[in-house]
């Protein structure tokens, strides 16, 4: 991270000069600089400082070095030195985003304050932003894949292990288990937050602007580009790069995606200049990528560059004790949304909802949800049962569909456990005794504040 200081913008040198001294003296680093180009040169996110700037100077005036310093980092503190016509300007500055105002001539006293308290406010935003990332990867992980199973515990722990890294990665998992999701948790939860995340969906790209769409292109490359343009790869410098779906991508583009993730190189079409990329790569797949390299539909060398770490979303099958609460969630979120009072969900409904086959995991869980949170019929009263095999004993079965609506209905009654065993017409002992075999916790159905 830079020095902290100030940076203190005027055309006119003796204003500078005296400037310089004023801050100096109070023991406060500053550098003095002519014109808003070069200090917005400085100004970043994590620039621990803060702007000081004359209003009237030829090129880029002071409000405009304000809009665009803000546009960079919309907390980073600007100061406005104004004349005496600009009172009214530099109030106007006020409400849209400036911190303060210094009128000339002002004292050398009230300068040194009110930096002073810029800097003050500048150091508990930077400050306030590096303990968001450190608690904010697991905030991050934890709300956008939820549930307390021991499949999504060990989930997001491989996830926030491989976040903070800057490996690829390549994500497996049936249709609806929420592939993007991780992705994009990873991203969050990883140093590149704060860069793009460009999500490509690679089988719904136009194969005829393939190419063109995610390495970019010349003008007159091919009849239409009246321009240059970025592609997608260079879209995400800094960040991540998101291809879902990749094993719908043929062959010759896997060729040249390969050079691109083995060399972090892109070629635009027509050009002969490779542009180095500073990206990480994230991939995605329905389908199994080493069954499909082996029937030669899919590169095993590109296999080998994504895969460095391979994470597989679990069915919802796998994880039928989060069935409950997810249900909540999403009828609260779809309520949220809709704008409406979320319902009460019977612990029937519950018990149905954990009990019956979701084949499309999570999207068609969600779906379900929206539906209930309008009030329409979710259709599920007579679902037939899961099929766990023919391998499956009785008692086991009966043991996962003991356990599922018992966890149906503490979260149905949002963890309290008098309501829980009178529902279910258990002792008290009863029921703690089956939450302790099936390894169910109260707090893992309470509302998450």
């Known amino acids: 991270m830079s020095e902290p200081g ?22 406060l680093p500053v ?30 005036d002071g409000i405009e070095l304000m809009r ?66 450190q608690v904010g990867g697991r905030d991050a992980i934890e709300s956008r894949l939820t549930g307390r199973s021991p499949v999504m515990t060990a989930l997001r722990e491989q996830i926030r292990a491989v976040a903070i890294t800057d490996a690829d990665v390549l994500i497996t998992g049936a249709t609806g288990t929420g592939k993007e999701v991780a992705a994009r948790a990873i991203h969050r939860a990883s ?24 390495f970019g292109h010349e003008a007159g490359a091919f009849a239409g580009a009246t321009r240059a343009r970025y592609g997608k790869f260079e879209h995400a410098r800094g960040g991540t790069v998101f291809l879902d779906e990749i094993d719908s991508l043929d062959l010759k583009l896997q060729a040249k995606l390969l050079l691109a993730v083995q060399d972090r190189v892109v070629t635009r079409l027509g050009s002969n200049d490779p542009i180095e990329l500073d990206v990480r790569f994230i991939a995605a797949s329905k389908r199994d990528l080493e069954e499909a390299a082996a029937q030669g539909a899919f590169r095993s060398d ?27 969630h999403l009828v609260d979120e779809a309520a949220a949304r809709y704008k409406r009072t979320a319902p009460e969900v019977p612990g029937a409904v519950l018990s149905t ?11 068609e869980l969600r779906n379900a949800a929206e539906r209930f949170a309008l009030g ?47 529902a279910l017409g258990l002792s008290r002992k009863s029921l703690y005794e089956k939450m302790q075999k099936y390894g169910l916790s109260r707090a893992d159905f309470q509302d998450d504040e």
């Open 191 to 214: 140093p590149r937050s704060e860069k793009p995340f460009v999500h490509i969906n690679c089988a719904a790209l136009p194969p005829d602007l393939v190419e063109s769409e995610l």
């Open 6 to 27: 100030i940076l203190f913008v005027d055309d006119e040198e003796h204003l500078r000069l005296a400037a310089a001294q004023t801050l100096e003296l109070a023991d």
């Open 376 to 422: 329409l019929d979710l259709e599920i009263a007579n679902t037939e049962p899961p099929d766990e095999g023919d391998t499956t004993s009785l008692s086991a079965q009966m043991a996962r569909h003991e356990k599922s609506l018992i966890a149906a209905a503490i979260a149905a009654n949002r963890g309290s456990l008098k309501a829980t065993y009178e």
């Open 302 to 328: 590109l296999l080998y560059r994504l895969n460095v770490v391979t994470i597989r979303m679990p069915d919802l099958s796998q994880r039928r004790e989060d069935i409950p609460k997810l249900f909540l």
């Open 31 to 60: 550098t003095c600089l002519a014109d808003g180009e070069a200090a917005l040169a400085q100004v970043s996110r994590n620039f621990p400082g803060v702007l000081v700037t004359d209003i009237r100077m030829p090129g880029i």
């Open 353 to 363: 909802i954990a009990a019956r086959n979701w084949p499309g995991n999570v999207r």
């Open 68 to 133: 665009r310093a803000l546009e960079i980092d919309p907390e980073f503190p600007v100061i406005l030195i104004t004349g005496h016509g600009d009172v009214e300007m530099a109030v106007q500055s006020m409400r849209d985003g400036a911190y303060d105002f210094l009128e000339k001539p002002y004292a050398p006293v009230r300068m040194v304050e009110t930096v002073r308290r810029a800097l003050d406010k500048r150091r508990l935003t930077i400050e306030n932003r590096a303990l968001r990332r």
